[in-house]
């Protein structure tokens, strides 16, 4: 038995119009971020097109979900590749920005450091997650990915 369930049409359309609305607030917000000077400005917008985007790509996977398309459906040795290089360089990047931090005296700036920390720490942990979910055949993976989406950032 799925843990995913149909939704039904009226939803289905709703979900493909906020993930249009997503997609065009992206691509129009685009060129005014590229025009901005502020960088405080410039990265708070960066942010909200990041996140614009992320919802997007949320909204598609619902769609897919939703069309019944395979979660499990995935070639295993380019994943497992992919992924296991993925993790180093995440590690890399985590312990960077933890030295980095160590430095830091400004309060302002310690505060966008630690939210990089943050960040850098909840990809290694979906990236792990992600990894022992691909390590296990046969089982059900639907609702391990499930448990992952739960805290996609």
């Known amino acids: 038995m799925s843990i995913w369930k149909k939704v ?3 939803t289905l359309e709703m979900l493909k119009k906020q993930k249009a609305f997503e997609d065009e607030t992206a691509k129009r917000l685009t060129p005014f971020y590229n025009s901005l000077k502020n960088p405080l400005v410039k990265s708070l917008i960066h942010r909200i097109i ?3 985007t992320k919802h997007s790509v949320m909204y598609q996977t619902l769609l897919d979900i939703n069309d019944r398309v395979l979660v499990g459906d995935i070639d295993k040795n380019r994943m497992t590749e992919e992924l296991s290089t993925h993790i180093q360089e ?3 990047m985590l312990n960077k ?3 980095i931090s160590k430095s830091v005296k400004d309060e302002n700036f310690m505060k966008l450091i630690e939210r990089i920390i943050e960040d ?3 990809h290694h942990k979906i990236l792990n997650e992600l990894f ?3 390590k296990k055949e046969g089982e059900d993976w639907n609702s391990y990915f499930l448990e992952i989406m739960k805290d996609f950032p």
């Open 8 to 10: 039904d049409d009226e």
């Open 50 to 52: 990041l996140d614009t």
């Open 90 to 92: 995440e590690t890399k």
């Open 97 to 99: 920005a933890v030295e």
């Open 120 to 122: 850098e720490r909840l």
């Open 132 to 134: 022992e979910i691909i």
